[in-house]
């Protein structure tokens, strides 16, 4: 794929999938804006890659409307959109906090949200409209024990995917989401009650039909190939990268 004058914005591009789609977007000629909340982190890779950072909440909807707006006023226009961030509540319904309901809705829905609208405005005004790329999950659709809270927002991610790319499927403007299994990010380590070893991470592989965990590369591509022109006649897909996680 090429990128060659096509600008995007990639939500938690300072780590895991977000960082490795910062990559290959740059690597593919593209001009890519790294918005994140880790300065340090979004710094390491905008210098590794010569995209731009800005440090930022997503669960902020005027921080997201200042994203959008920088980017246009830099560039002149916005191509593509990757809604990458995200967290996760490892705990079932009674043992989610509302503090943590909200905050995880308010990073995973609201700023998905807020993003496609501040980038779809814009695109509106484009002749050659835009693509957006939403990170959901096997979570959103098959539900899981112990991240109750992450299963509803990676859902209700999926069904805002499919109402958006609708809303918009004659604008020129196309909106698909990625769903990804187990990856081999920061995240997967986060918030277990036990240690991170070696066997933990094995034991994780060996529910993989393929018996490994992805590369956050291996994503990456698929999330970028669905934003490319090569793409041109998917909207409303949920695409599926688990190595046959929910093909059993």
Same mark, same amino acid.
């Given at each position: ?21 910062? @990559? ?13 909340? =880790? ?12 995209? !731009?950072?800005? !440090? ?11 994203? !959008? ?9 916005? =191509? ?7 967290? !996760? ?72 995917? @499919? ?84 093909? @059993?």
């Amino acid at each position: 794929m090429d990128f060659s004058g096509k600008v995007a914005v990639i939500t938690g591009g300072a780590s895991g999938m977000g960082a490795a789609t910062v @990559r290959q977007f740059t690597a593919a000629n593209g001009q890519a804006i790294i918005v994140d909340r =880790n300065a340090e982190l979004a710094a390491q890779v905008a210098a590794e890659t010569g995209a !731009i950072a800005m !440090i930022g909440d997503v669960s902020d909807s005027t921080f997201c409307d200042q994203v !959008i707006e920088s980017a246009v006023a830099k560039f002149g226009q916005l =191509n593509i959109l990757i809604n990458a961030a995200g967290i !996760i509540v490892r705990s079932n319904g009674v043992g989610t906090s509302d503090e943590q309901w909200h905050r995880i809705m308010n990073v995973n829905v609201s700023g998905t949200f807020f993003m496609c609208r501040g980038a779809i405005q814009h695109m509106l005004k484009q002749d050659d409209g835009g693509s957006i790329v939403n990170f959901g999950s096997i979570w959103g659709d098959l539900g899981a024990a112990g991240v109750a809270a992450y299963c509803a927002s990676k859902g209700a991610v999926h069904n805002l995917t @499919r109402a958006l790319a609708l809303d918009h499927a004659q604008d020129n403007i196309r909106i698909n989401a990625v769903c990804p299994g187990e990856v081999n990010t920061p995240m997967i380590q986060s918030e277990r009650s036990e240690a991170v070893t070696p066997e933990l991470m094995a034991r994780l592989a060996s529910t993989v039909p393929m018996g490994r965990l992805a590369d956050p590369a291996e994503i990456a591509k698929v999330a970028l190939f669905i934003a490319s022109d090569e793409a041109s006649y998917m909207t409303g897909s949920l695409v599926n990268v688990d190595a046959g996680f929910t093909a @059993r």
